[in-house]
């Protein structure tokens, strides 16, 4: 069961014709919106993000906004105003993640189902459940047996801490399924006719907290503040 605190820091987010998912993450005593770089590619401070709550989008200033050091599919947007309470605690960090535990995923891959007051009037996000299949910490990289739609992206891959309180922890951004290339072909007019489609294998990439964490210290050490 997702506790209260996990759909409270998960956001359905919009920048220019791009929808996805959004995670508020708390990284060295700093609040960020973490989502998957495709998302919002090329977004500077001076833009603002698009938030679903009360049935429609509202916009959010920003203050600062990173990507992953090397090129991973993650952004950290920082907001000019707190999304989150300080009493809704989820740890940010791969530490603790156990292999081959249970694994949820939270997304907007549709339109919100309405929260009922439950969320702030964020509406409630879908869950998908799986395991942790593999990673690669050093690559950044965490596996689970999960099939995502679009809209999922930039969704927090959540894991069960294993105590009382906090009881789960958000260890990466979900960028998007695995898919294998397949191949055939039809007849048109006498003549075979190859193509190539893409299948999804039920596998979701994600990238983990690690190299979020990884970015901010490097935009920290560059500016000397964030």
Not at 55 to 70: I, Y
Not at 72 to 80: F, K, M, N, Q, Y
């Amino acid at each position: 069961m997702i506790t209260s605190e996990c759909y409270h820091r998960t956001l359905r987010i919009q920048y220019r014709a791009n929808v996805g998912t959004a995670f508020i993450a708390d990284i060295d005593g700093e609040e960020w919106v973490v989502t998957a770089k495709h998302l919002v590619e090329g977004m500077t401070p001076n833009d603002k993000l698009g938030v679903w709550q009360d049935g429609g989008w509202k916009e959010l200033e920003l203050s600062a906004v990173v990507f992953g050091v090397d090129g991973e599919d993650i952004a950290l947007l920082s907001p000019e105003v707190p999304m989150a309470s300080p009493e809704m605690r989820v740890p940010f960090q791969t530490a603790g993640m156990v292999y081959a535990s249970d694994c949820y995923l939270l997304g907007y891959p549709y339109e919100p189902i309405d929260d009922r007051g439950m969320n702030r009037g964020l509406g409630l996000p879908f869950v998908t459940k799986g395991c942790i299949s593999a990673y690669d910490l050093d690559k950044h990289l965490l596996f689970a047996d999960i099939t995502n739609n679009y809209g999922f992206s930039g969704g927090p891959l959540i894991v069960p801490t294993g105590v009382a309180k906090p009881r789960f922890q958000c260890i990466g951004i979900v960028q998007g399924q695995v898919m294998q290339e397949e191949g055939g072909s039809v007849r048109v007019n006498g003549q075979e006719v190859p193509f190539d489609y893409d299948v999804p294998v039920g596998l979701s990439v994600a990238i983990a907290a690690d190299a979020a964490i990884k970015a901010v210290k490097r935009q920290s050490n560059d500016t000397g503040s964030i």
